[in-house]
């Protein structure tokens, strides 16, 4: 996925501005997304040849492409950026219709091991900024996190997510970040990253709490989110 760096979010919020169009002459108003811009995060749940697919928009909603008949992914389950409006259909119990103008998927990976006091070593230390925005979401089985970090064009950046228990905290995770040989130079930008939540956060049948912990450009911090476990 391209980065977006601070220009272009300021240019985002501009243009969200601009698409408040009044439809009548009794000032009632419609928004209508830029073509360019998502409209949401979701999860591309194919089946299991890939012959149909849906979009879990959150824990409860589902929406059926009518535009699309296999997901682009393949078979792979992934997060996605999307942009939609509402389509012409019949509601069902597999979903709202909508109509995809584009999609285009995140880096999904799965939680990775805990070696403990060797997990910096293992997986780096470097720090970021979690963005707090509506891309950044624990649903579905996934915490989705918007980041912000400096980009050395050429640079490779590698995150991963561990859980790391604890006895008053059994939902605590905690983001690693590797940011190659010149950690902290470049440009700031932002990019997103899902996380596949392993069987221990879904196994409650009532909502949890999960802490994510990561170090920052101002010291370690901390977040909690409110998660639905996933029943698949």
Known sequence: MKKANIIAIMAWLMAVAATLQSCNDDEEYYYYPP???PTAIVTVKPNQDNSS?????????KLVPMNMRVSPF???????LVNYLPAHGPASMEGKP??????????TKPLAANFMAKNDSA????????????????EDGYLTLRF???WLQGSIHRLNLVHRAEADTAYLVQLYHDAGDRPGQGQVADDIVAFRLGDEFNRPDTAITVM???????????HTFKYRPRKD
């Not at 697919?53 to 909603?61: C, G």
């Not at 994510?212 to 901390?222: A, D, P, R």
Request: proline letters at 2%; hydrophobic letters at 35%; aromatic letters at 12%.
């Open 212 to 222: 994510l912990k990561w170090q920052s450009y101002s010291g370690t911090k901390t």
């Open 98 to 107: 909508v109509a995809v103008s584009w999609i285009d998927s995140v880096l």
């Open 148 to 150: 912000r970090t400096h």
């Open 74 to 80: 393949g078979r792979k389950e992934v997060r996605a």
């Open 53 to 61: 697919f849906y979009l879990q928009l959150d824990d409860t909603t």
């Open 123 to 138: 997986y780096g230390n470097d720090p970021l900024e979690i963005v707090d925005s509506w891309e950044t979401v624990a």
């Open 35 to 37: 073509s360019n811009l």
